[in-house]
Nanobody
């Protein structure tokens, strides 16, 4: 089993920044990917971005490209989501997830482990 714990959410004004963290513990994999997703009230969970653990390749949805950055700290087994130029439409619960196969795709179906989520609220 893999345990994922997100932190760093909160309330921020439009145009502001936040950094979310996703700390992993438990079972490890030789090659995996960590994805970030978000879910706003009444909407489906959507892909934000992902990072492959060994190569560090990153992928982003069009809605956050250029504003959000994903990085990792191997020593801490932690992945970060740096969010800048936040908009009210970024308001959602943000989840991190692990894809044990290492693809880092944009589909929730491909992720095996999920964190509990952290709330991000952007006020206008």
């Amino acid at each position: 089993q893999v345990q994922l714990v997100e932190s760093g959410g909160g309330l921020v004004q439009a145009g502001g920044s936040l950094r979310l963290s996703c700390a992993a513990s438990g079972r490890t994999f030789s090659n995996y990917a960590t994805g970030w997703f978000r879910q706003a009230p009444g909407k489906e969970r959507e892909f934000v971005g992902s990072i492959t653990w060994t190569s560090g390749n990153t992928y982003y949805s069009d809605s956050v490209k250029g504003r959000f950055t994903i990085s990792r700290d191997s020593a801490k087994n932690t992945v970060y989501l740096q969010m800048a130029s936040l908009k009210p439409e970024d308001t959602a619960v943000y989840y991190c997830a692990v894809d044990a196969a290492g693809w880092g795709s944009d589909s929730t179906d491909n992720y095996d482990y999920w964190g509990q989520g952290t709330q991000v609220t952007v006020s206008s």
